[in-house]
Structures are given as structure tokens and as C-alpha cells.
């Protein structure tokens, strides 16, 4: 355990932060580096103090070169470390694509089994704090199309802290988007508590109801909530799925909810085309043709680049635009 | 296994021999149809085993391209399962990789020379003094892997060898027209590493460059710049042709210098007979193997993808197998 005693409110920041901290405790063979997650603790202090506490041989500064920082990871991966990078920004993952498609995803395979790729790759990701252009994209898509990737993004601090103790305990590699927007929100759970993890790719009831299904993930559970109760003022009682894995999703766990609801509105803040809530609402269809009463509806971004601070507002999903949707899939008529 | 000294240069030559042998029947594998492609590595043979020859496969590594048949031979690797790849068995070969100090055949170029840097980290960290090798050629050293790799190691000091075969021509493009300033080996200053070039074709002076380079490695003085200047005797790829870019005169001026010849040269003439019938005996061997390997079972198309496969990818699995019952 640490040092810290554990506080009863953490933000997701600290969760992350202390969840890296059991993660080098538990195994030594634990390496955390990236751009400036030394020293600084990370551009979002999500490395805070990590140096200090395991020496600069398991937590330490890279040169800035994200395709170096991810081919690094392979090499020490082979060498039977357990490496967890960090990507200090996801617009700036790009230059890695090349190793995380072509070699990370696949070197498991292209050795028949002989080389582990235990690779965590911290990525701090999506939209909502105005931040300058390339430091908020949605890339959950990109990566969940990718054979031998798994994708996973916490909705708060007591999920980023069981996810990632998870995801670094996986034996393939696993992208984890951290919701930047929830970075500083506090919730009350305590990290020392003994919690039974379902397996990967479970979702988690974020919130009970039976007329329609909210699915999100990231930053966008908490939006969810809000909308939730919102609509319980007008008797309406929306259940909020939290995805946690969008690779693998949790097939079974939408259905049971959906079979339940016959109503189903998936969330993302990634654009409309080719996003996710594409592969969520085949995934509905395919299993609940039958129970649904509507179609299911997508509020997303837009297909447009990730627009500057003045405007971000109307790019991510609203609350009216979550609204309209659900009013949309209550009103649904045939014929 | 080697029983003999590597730096003998009978053990060289023989290993060389070996891998002239193997490629030339590669190259007829690919014309009777048997191979669908092949990355002829003629003229490529010191630099290959001069270098690999050299490593201690009890603690070092290497991480190759897709054109460094010799540098298999030398590490003793099972020669049909590297050249599964080629018949399009297995994308990585069949080899196992750790137990044959060779990472998976790999056609990203520049990209596994990083991985050689993050093992040289994992080699410095787990104190082991072994030291990764990294081939690449000319062509591979304008990616910014490369460089961002070569940036790496000089920061971190790891033990690991940049090993250039700059063999003048990346595909149809000369160096002169793909390496600004024109040698590799220059840039390792850059990076405060050392840097050197050597004949690529004489066997027994890239042995010793990499040996040195080994050694300054594992007493903690950092990564180094091989440059080897050499020559790809044949085209590219079989499906490639050389006529169209390059002179019949270069390409006999480099065939005098042959490093399988000047190898030779310096051997009485019934260590190179033996050598020859060494060679000939490998090759029917791997021939036999090649043509009796048959197509890995389609299920294996589900296989190896994650070490703890996804429902939905079990359950792919399972549809396509129902419909093949069906």
C-alpha cells in the first residue's frame, strides 16, 4: 500500500495517479515513461511523484518522439517488462499509428504466440476544456478497428482506478483513453476497498431505469447522468450504460439492458461516420430486433475537425441534443 | 551450433556459402512457383554474417528486416521456418523468436529498430550486458524511426548497433539521391554516438567492427553506428527488375567483389569444396522442408491474435466453423 492514506474523495487525476502507484508496487517489472512524466508528474500530474517514489529506471522521461516512445515499448516488452506508456496527447498519437497498428497490435500474432505484448498505452483523450487544436480527439474507433488491440476509457475516478489496474494486469495491449474533462472531478470511493474487477469488456449499469438505454463512455457517462436526471423530472426513466470497453464491447451486457429498455440512444463526442455508436447500434440490432421499439439513435460530434474552444460547446453532445434524441425513440412510431 | 571460432574465416565463409546457396534456390523455388515472392540477399552475405556471427546468442538479440537470410544462418536459426514466410505460411516465419535471438521477419522498415532500442533498454535495466543488433539499409535510415531510435539510444547509452547495409540501392533509388551528406554512418555524431564505416563485403572486417562495437556495448559505452557498404547483387524482390534503374557495369563491377570470392580467395581450395558441399546439403534439406510444409490449419487464422482472445472474437471463430460444417 502507499504511503498516502487515501483520501475519501479522489479526482480521477489522483485515482489514476495512485492506481499507477499499486500497479510499480505490485510488480517490479512495471516501467511508466513518456514526455515529461518524470520530473513534472505529466502534463496532467497523472505521474505525480511516481519518479521520486520508483528511481528513474522505472519511471522516467522520454525524448519527444511518440513512435519511438511506442517501438520502445515492444523492445522492452520482449525483454519481459510490463511497460505503460503515456502518449502525452491524443492528437498526438498519430505519429505512433505506424507502431501501434503494424507492430504492438500484431506482434503476438506474428510470433504465434511467442511474444507478449503486456503494453498499456496511457492516452489522455477527448474534448471539454477548451484545449488548443490536436489536444482533444476521439480515437476510440481508430483503435477499436485494430485485430489484437484493447480499448478501454474510464467514466470517473473509482472506474479509472480499477480499469487501469486492470488493463496493466492484461496480457495484450490495451489503449487507455483517459477522459481529460473528468481529470479534476472528485468522487468518494476508497481505492484501499477489496473490488472483484469483471472481466474485460464488461460494461456497468451507470445508473438504473426501463424507458430507454443512454450508452456512453468517457466524459460522456457523467453528461449522460445529468440528462438522466433531467428526465426523471418528467418521469421519464432513462438507464445510462457506462461502456467502459469499447474493445471488446460488452455485446451482452447492451443487450440485457436494451431487451429490458426497448430503447436505446448511444452518446459519443468522436464524429457521426464511422464511429463507434455505428458498431454499438449494429450490435443492438443484431441482438434485439425484436424488443426495440425504435431505432437506435446516435448523438455525436459532427464530421467536422475539432473546433477551438469558442465553439466546442456545439460540437459535443448537449444535453437538449441527448433530449431530442430520447424524445425521438419514445415518440417512434412505425408506418 | 558453431563449433568452431567464428572468427575463423572458414566458419564465416561456410556460413556465407550457405546463405548464397539458400538464396540462390530460393529465387528457383520463386521462378518453379513454389516461393509466391522472394528479397534476394546476393552480394549481402558479410555484412549479414559477418555481423550476426558475432553476437553471443546466450544474451544478445537481433532484429532484422526482410532481405537478412544470413544473418539467420549465422545465428543458427531453423532455416525452413524463416522461410516460411516467404512461402506465405506464417507472416513472422515459424521460428520461435526468443529461443532464436531473431525478432519476427519484419517489412516495416525502420520500425522494429526502435524495438531493438526499447530491448537494449530492458537488457540495461535487467543488467544481463547483452546488446541488441538492428538491420536496416540505406533506404530504412530516412525514417524517422531511425532517427528517432538513433536519438533514444544516445540519450539512454543502451547497448544496441545501428547496423546500416547500405547496399546502394533502395529499390530504384540510389543513395546518392536518398542518404543527404551521404553516409549513414556520419549521422551517429549527430546523435553523440560513435559511427563507422566498413567494407560490407569482406566478411572478417565487419566481424570485427561489430565485435568491437559488442564489446563498448556491455562495458556501458553506448550504442553504435555501423555503416556496411555493400552491394544487392540481384533485383529488390523476384518481382522486381534492376534493368530499368541501374548499369550492367556497376553491377559487374561490384560482382568483382564478390565477398563469397574474396572469402574464398583467402581459403585453400578443399575448405571451399567442403564448404560447397556443406551448403548443398543444407539447401536440399530446406527444400525438402519447404516443399513439405503445408498450409497452417485455417483455424489458425483465429490463433495467437490476443493471449486472451475477446468473446467476440471466439464467437467469430465459432460462426465460421459452423458454416464450414454446414
Known amino acids: 500500500m502507499s504511503e498516502l492514506s487515501a483520501p475519501a474523495e479522489l479526482s480521477l487525476q489522483q485515482a489514476l495517479n495512485l492506481a499507477l502507484r499499486h500497479a510499480c508496487e505490485d510488480d517490479d517489472r512495471v516501467l511508466v515513461f513518456g514526455q515529461d512524466v518524470g520530473t513534472l508528474g505529466g502534463v496532467f500530474r497523472v505521474t505525480d511523484g511516481l519518479q521520486d517514489k520508483f528511481g528513474e529506471h522505472r519511471v522516467f522521461d522520454t525524448p519527444l518522439a511518440e513512435s519511438a516512445i511506442m517501438g520502445m515499448a515492444v523492445g522492452l516488452a520482449m525483454h519481459g517488462w510490463r511497460p505503460v506508456p503515456e502518449i502525452q496527447f491524443d492528437g498526438f498519437s498519430y505519429p505512433a499509428i505506424d507502431q501501434i497498428v503494424n507492430q504492438v497490435a500484431r506482434m503476438h500474432y506474428r510470433s504465434r504466440g511467442v511474444l507478449n505484448m503486456p503494453i498499456t498505452l496511457r492516452l489522455p483523450s477527448f474534448g471539454g476544456i477548451r484545449a488548443p487544436e490536436h489536444h482533444g480527439e476521439s480515437l476510440e474507433a481508430l483503435f477499436a478497428h485494430v485485430p489484437g488491440l484493447k480499448v478501454v476509457s474510464p467514466a470517473g475516478a473509482s472506474e479509472g482506478y480499477h480499469l487501469l489496474r486492470q488493463a496493466i494486469a492484461d496480457p495484450d495491449p490495451v489503449i487507455f483513453l483517459e477522459p481529460k474533462a473528468r481529470y479534476w472531478h472528485r468522487e468518494s470511493f476508497d481505492p484501499t476497498a477489496e473490488v472483484t474487477m469483471p472481466p474485460a469488456g464488461t460494461s456497468r449499469i451507470a445508473r438504473p431505469g426501463r424507458h430507454a438505454t443512454l450508452i456512453a463512455w468517457g466524459a460522456m457517462v457523467a453528461r449522460c447522468l445529468q440528462v438522466a436526471e433531467l428526465a426523471a423530472e418528467d418521469g421519464v426513466e432513462l438507464e445510462v450504460l457506462d461502456l467502459r470497453w469499447l474493445k471488446p464491447i460488452d455485446a451482452d451486457g447492451l443487450a440485457a439492458s436494451v431487451a429490458r429498455t426497448r430503447r436505446a440512444v448511444v452518446v459519443h463526442e468522436a464524429p457521426l461516420t464511422a464511429g463507434l455508436g455505428a458498431e454499438v447500434a449494429a450490435l443492438v440490432t443484431e441482438r434485439c430486433f425484436a424488443d426495440l421499439r425504435a431505432p437506435v439513435q446516435r448523438v455525436t460530434g459532427f464530421d467536422v475537425p475539432y473546433p477551438s474552444g469558442a465553439l466546442e460547446d456545439e460540437y459535443l453532445p448537449t444535453p437538449d441534443r441527448i433530449l431530442a434524441a430520447v424524445q425521438t425513440t419514445l415518440e417512434y412510431r412505425r408506418g | 551450433m558453431q563449433e568452431r571460432d567464428p572468427r575463423d574465416l572458414r566458419e564465416l565463409?561456410?556460413?556465407?556459402?550457405?546463405?548464397?546457396?539458400?538464396?540462390?534456390?530460393?529465387?528457383?523455388?520463386?521462378?518453379?512457383?513454389?516461393?509466391?515472392?522472394?528479397?534476394?540477399?546476393?552480394?549481402?552475405?558479410?555484412?549479414?554474417?559477418?555481423?550476426?556471427?558475432?553476437?553471443?546468442?546466450?544474451?544478445?538479440?537481433?532484429?532484422?528486416?526482410?532481405?537478412?537470410?544470413?544473418?539467420?544462418?549465422?545465428?543458427?536459426?531453423?532455416?525452413?521456418?524463416?522461410?516460411?514466410?516467404?512461402?506465405?505460411?506464417?507472416?513472422?516465419?515459424?521460428?520461435?523468436?526468443?529461443?532464436?535471438?531473431?525478432?519476427?521477419?519484419?517489412?516495416?522498415?525502420?520500425?522494429?529498430?526502435?524495438?531493438?532500442?526499447?530491448?537494449?533498454?530492458?537488457?540495461?535495466?535487467?543488467?544481463?550486458?547483452?546488446?541488441?543488433?538492428?538491420?536496416?539499409?540505406?533506404?530504412?535510415?530516412?525514417?524517422?524511426?531511425?532517427?528517432?531510435?538513433?536519438?533514444?539510444?544516445?540519450?539512454?547509452?543502451?547497448?544496441?548497433?545501428?547496423?546500416?547495409?547500405?547496399?546502394?540501392?533502395?529499390?530504384?533509388?540510389?543513395?546518392?539521391?536518398?542518404?543527404?551528406?551521404?553516409?549513414?554512418?556520419?549521422?551517429?555524431?549527430?546523435?553523440?554516438?560513435?559511427?563507422?564505416?566498413?567494407?560490407?563485403?569482406?566478411?572478417?572486417?565487419?566481424?570485427?567492427?561489430?565485435?568491437?562495437?559488442?564489446?563498448?556495448?556491455?562495458?556501458?559505452?553506448?550504442?553504435?553506428?555501423?555503416?556496411?557498404?555493400?552491394?544487392?547483387?540481384?533485383?529488390?524482390?523476384?518481382?522486381?527488375?534492376?534493368?530499368?534503374?541501374?548499369?550492367?557495369?556497376?553491377?559487374?563491377?561490384?560482382?568483382?567483389?564478390?565477398?563469397?570470392?574474396?572469402?574464398?580467395?583467402?581459403?585453400?581450395?578443399?575448405?571451399?569444396?567442403?564448404?560447397?558441399?556443406?551448403?548443398?546439403?543444407?539447401?536440399?534439406?530446406?527444400?525438402?522442408?519447404?516443399?513439405?510444409?503445408?498450409?497452417?490449419?485455417?483455424?489458425?487464422?483465429?490463433?495467437?491474435?490476443?493471449?486472451?482472445?475477446?468473446?467476440?472474437?471466439?464467437?467469430?471463430?465459432?460462426?465460421?466453423?459452423?458454416?464450414?460444417?454446414?
Open chain 2, 13 to 326: 565463409h561456410r556460413l556465407m556459402l550457405v546463405a548464397r546457396r539458400l538464396d540462390e534456390e530460393a529465387i528457383a523455388l520463386q521462378r518453379q512457383g513454389v516461393l509466391p515472392g522472394y528479397a534476394p540477399a546476393q552480394g549481402q552475405e558479410a555484412a549479414q554474417v559477418g555481423s550476426a556471427a558475432a553476437l553471443d546468442p546466450a544474451r544478445d538479440f537481433a532484429f532484422p528486416g526482410y532481405r537478412d537470410l544470413g544473418a539467420a544462418v549465422a545465428l543458427g536459426v531453423d532455416l525452413v521456418a524463416y522461410l516460411a514466410t516467404h512461402l506465405g505460411i506464417w507472416h513472422g516465419g515459424l521460428y520461435d523468436p526468443q529461443a532464436s535471438r531473431l525478432a519476427p521477419f519484419n517489412a516495416v522498415v525502420g520500425g522494429p529498430v526502435t524495438h531493438a532500442v526499447g530491448w537494449a533498454m530492458g537488457a540495461k535495466l535487467d543488467g544481463t550486458g547483452g546488446a541488441a543488433i538492428t538491420y536496416f539499409g540505406d533506404g530504412a535510415s530516412s525514417q524517422g524511426d531511425v532517427h528517432e531510435a538513433m536519438n533514444f539510444a544516445g540519450v539512454y547509452r543502451l547497448p544496441v548497433i545501428f547496423f546500416c547495409q547500405n547496399n546502394g540501392w533502395a529499390i530504384s533509388v540510389p543513395t546518392g539521391r536518398q542518404v543527404a551528406g551521404g553516409s549513414v554512418a556520419a549521422r551517429a555524431a549527430g546523435y553523440g554516438i560513435e559511427g563507422h564505416r566498413v567494407d560490407g563485403n569482406d566478411v572478417v572486417a565487419v566481424f570485427e567492427a561489430t565485435r568491437a562495437a559488442l564489446d563498448r556495448a556491455r562495458d556501458g559505452g553506448g550504442p553504435t553506428v555501423i555503416e556496411a557498404m555493400t552491394y544487392r547483387m540481384g533485383p529488390h524482390s523476384t518481382s522486381d527488375d534492376p534493368g530499368r534503374y541501374r548499369a550492367l557495369a556497376d553491377e559487374q563491377a561490384w560482382a568483382a567483389r564478390d565477398p563469397l570470392t574474396r572469402a574464398a580467395a583467402q581459403l585453400p581450395a578443399d575448405a571451399v569444396t567442403a564448404a560447397e558441399e556443406h551448403a548443398a546439403a543444407v539447401v536440399r534439406e530446406v527444400r525438402e522442408g519447404l516443399c513439405a510444409l503445408d498450409a497452417p490449419p485455417a483455424d489458425e487464422l483465429f490463433s495467437f491474435v490476443y493471449r486472451e482472445p475477446t468473446k467476440a472474437l471466439l464467437e467469430q471463430q465459432r460462426a465460421w466453423k459452423e458454416t464450414l460444417d454446414v
